[in-house]
């Protein structure tokens, strides 16, 4: 079992005011991840997450900013710094790195926690390079000190890991924990970007919203069902389609099946696609191979379908059936929907 690894530390998380005679808390900024003002339950986590360690300052970005104001305050934020002038839309994520950057400058946060999606790695690395400050990604939990908690090697090991330089700059998975409401001041800040010429340097040239059925988006939903190579075809995904209906849960789907063509890319779950890390987690016909369980091992609960008893995956659930999934899944699917009456 590795250790504590040591990254790249960071101010005390609170200070004494002799004026007001009481504990301060640190500031800890939260970017946060929203369309159009319409705000991802990831960055309501954030706020959670980083109310236990400080003072979570709200920094929201981009066309509809102020729409959003009012959502963060109800999950805490004791400050919003809001940017919503029409150029840091234009541009891929080269704004919000200028502004999360200037904050860090001007605010010595305790530290930046940002979600842990494919442009808030980006991001992340970015503000680090620019900052001078250590990285963490795809934590799972904070702890005291701000430490990271990872969960890596397919879930078999457990790392707590410390920034030692700059300001600790942290991606966190969505679903790591649970939102909760909590009022906070809601102080707004207008801030504005100073942007050098690499910020603007990839445009956004058109946005296309993809149409979305149903089902909750798949990094963020408390449910994932998925299907791999046993599927056997794009047909074979009915049957987990149906059991994901019935459970209100989103699709994914292995590498493996998606390089077959079973089922689209956006939907694959693992080390080249999406990490999830929902309350539930059930995996038809999947083998288990490192690259998937990678994605998809911090689920709280697992329960895998595979006709091969000796497959990897069930060295990874918590509740494993040997059996063909177009028979188990089915059966799952028709008992849910029984027991829903």
């Known amino acids: 079992m590795a250790g504590p690894r040591s990254l790249t530390t960071s101010s005390p998380k609170n200070s004494f005011n002799p004026d007001l005679g009481e504990i301060v ?3 800890i900024l939260v970017l946060v991840e929203h369309t159009n003002g319409v705000v991802k339950k990831v960055s309501f986590e954030l706020l959670t997450l980083a109310a236990k360690h400080g003072s979570p300052s709200a920094v929201i970005v981009g066309a509809g900013a102020d729409q959003a104001v009012a959502d963060v305050v109800r999950y805490g934020a004791a400050k919003v710094y809001v940017g919503n002038d029409a150029a840091l839309t234009t541009s ?17 946060p305790a530290a930046v926690l940002i979600p842990s999606t494919a442009e808030g790695k ?15 990604t795809d934590a799972v939990d904070i702890e005291d000190g701000i430490v990271a908690v990872q969960s890596v090697f397919g879930g078999s090991t457990i790392v707590r890991s410390s920034v030692t330089t700059g300001t600790p700059i942290i991606t966190v998975r969505p679903n790591s924990t649970t939102p909760v409401e909590a009022a906070g001041a809601g102080e707004q800040v207008a ?31 408390a449910t994932v069902v998925s299907g791999g190579r046993g599927v056997g075809s794009p047909e074979g995904f009915d049957v987990i389609e149906k059991l994901a209906d019935s459970l209100d849960a989103a699709v994914g789907a292995s590498r493996a099946a998606t390089d077959s063509g079973f089922y689209p890319h956006q939907y694959q779950v693992g080390q080249t696609g999406k990490t999830v890390s929902p309350q539930l987690y059930i995996a038809l016909g999947i083998s288990g191979a490192i690259q998937h369980r990678a994605g998809m091992q911090t689920s709280k609960t697992i329960v895998a379908v595979n006709k091969d008893p000796e497959a990897p995956i069930f060295e990874l659930a918590d509740f494993g059936v040997v059996g063909d999934l177009f028979a188990v899944g089915p ?3 028709q008992e849910i929907a029984t027991r829903k009456g």
Not at 201 to 216: L, S
Request: charge should be negative.
């Open 25 to 27: 808390s640190a500031e």
């Open 92 to 108: 891929v994520v080269g704004p919000k790195v200028a502004i999360l950057n200037q904050l860090v400058d001007s605010a010595s």
């Open 122 to 136: 980006e991001i992340a690395g970015r503000l680090a390079v620019r900052s001078g400050s250590g990285v963490i």
């Open 191 to 221: 801030v504005t970007a100073e942007l050098a010429p690499s910020d603007t340097a990839a445009v956004i040239t058109d946005h296309v919203v993809e149409a979305k059925g149903g089902r909750p988006e798949l990094s963020e939903a």
């Open 331 to 333: 059966q799952l699917t």
